[in-house]
């Protein structure tokens, strides 16, 4: 594809390239990769430890455990685009898996093994297979900016409001807008109550007489 950018990757031993499922997909798939315990870090204390069947390769993620996976990937994005990692719709609709950031964002500048941060938001523990597919990853051009420091901002019908504020703003111009509409209706049927007679009712008045 003509819109294609190159990026740098190092797969390692335990890991696979990623690659796009479909001609048109947004993101390509990054498998879990563990062979045992130390291979995965849990990032709270208030669960469940994880367990690790090193025998079986699975790992079990009790209820809302985080997770740090390794991907044994390590990419060098180029200057001027990010990476995101994003949630697998199937695996969160299923098992409640989702990243734990929402987006997690990997900077060009990284040279890092990615980690994937995982969450299990669900109400019982789940399990995922060493090699399983557990986010995917997309790439996005980033617009870079210098700020201006000023005394005022422009106003908008908005303003400052913030959490909720925009609900508020569409039923008061709801309001506004039948209020108007009462106000000309009540303009118009008054303004046709006390209009003058057009010349042809005088014509027609007068032909009477």
């Known amino acids: 594809m003509d819109n294609e950018i190159k990026v740098e990757i190092i797969v390692g031993e335990k890991s696979k390239l990623p690659n796009y499922e479909t001609p048109e997909a947004s993101g390509m798939d990054l498998r879990a990769v563990f062979e ?10 208030d669960t469940m430890p994880i367990e ?41 609709v299923k098992k409640g898996l989702v990243v734990s950031q929402g987006t997690g964002t ?4 990284y040279r890092g093994k990615l980690g994937l941060c995982i969450t299990n938001v669900g109400k ?12 995917q990853i997309v790439f996005q ?12 901002l422009s106003d908008t019908v908005r303003g400052d409001g913030g959490f909720g504020s925009t609900g508020q703003i569409e039923n008061k ?16 049927d008054f303004s046709v109550q006390t209009s003058p007679e057009s010349p042809k009712s005088k014509r027609r008045n007068n032909s009477k007489k």
């Open 36 to 45: 045992k315990k130390e291979d995965v870090k849990q990032c709270n204390s």
């Open 52 to 92: 690790v069947n090193e025998k079986k390769g699975i790992l079990m993620i009790p209820s809302g455990a985080r997770v740090l996976i390794n991907s044994d990937l390590r990419i060098a994005i180029p200057i001027g685009y990010e990476a995101q990692l994003r949630s697998r719709s199937g695996l969160a």
């Open 106 to 109: 990997i900077d060009s500048d």
């Open 124 to 135: 019982s523990a789940q399990y995922i297979e060493n090699g399983e597919r557990v986010c």
């Open 141 to 152: 051009k980033v617009e870079r900016i210098s700020w201006k420091e000023v005394l005022d």
């Open 173 to 188: 111009t709801k309001d506004t807008i039948v209020e108007n509409v009462v106000e000309a209706k009540t303009k118009d």
